[in-house]
């Protein structure tokens, strides 16, 4: 806390989470007394934390590239292939909750490289895998 007369600065360094919450400041004189309350929220950039640089799947098989971010607020999880968003085909691509990416019945033309974006309102982070088929 940085005090001089007529102000007072609390500066929060490499913040964790126990520092998060309600904080008041309060400023009293003979004659009044006023508080102002502030909620300090700690927020992070998205950050992939886990994601295989290499995977080798056989035709056919059920292939999961999973993809684990961090973030706060929690990351949104995007993948591409050969550059290109990969769309979710029903019995075939699937896109699971926790955003692995979910190949039901792996092809020769799925070989190649994979890239897992984790995107939040502060950040975003990608990361390449490349699947050999």
């Known amino acids: 806390i940085l005090t001089e007369p007529g102000r007072s600065v609390l500066t929060l360094v490499e913040s964790t989470d126990s ?5 008041t ?3 009293s004189t003979p004659l009044d007394q006023v508080a102002v309350e502030w909620e300090v929220e700690l927020v992070a ?3 992939i934390v886990h994601l295989e640089s290499d995977k080798m799947a056989l035709v056919g098989s059920v292939t ?3 993809c684990e971010a ?3 607020p929690i990351p949104e999880i995007e993948w591409f292939y050969n550059d ?6 029903p019995g075939d691509v699937l896109v699971a909750e926790d955003g692995s990416l979910r190949l039901l019945q792996v092809r020769l033309d799925q070989s190649g490289p994979y890239t897992c974006q984790a ?3 502060f950040g975003s982070d990608s990361k390449i895998l490349n699947l050999g088929v």
């Open 84 to 89: 290109q968003a990969v769309e979710q085909v």
């Open 45 to 47: 950039p998205a950050t």
């Open 70 to 72: 961090v973030g706060t």
């Open 25 to 27: 400041c309060q400023v």
């Open 119 to 121: 995107t939040n309102q």
């Open 19 to 23: 520092e998060a919450g309600s904080y």
């Open 64 to 66: 999961i590239l999973s």
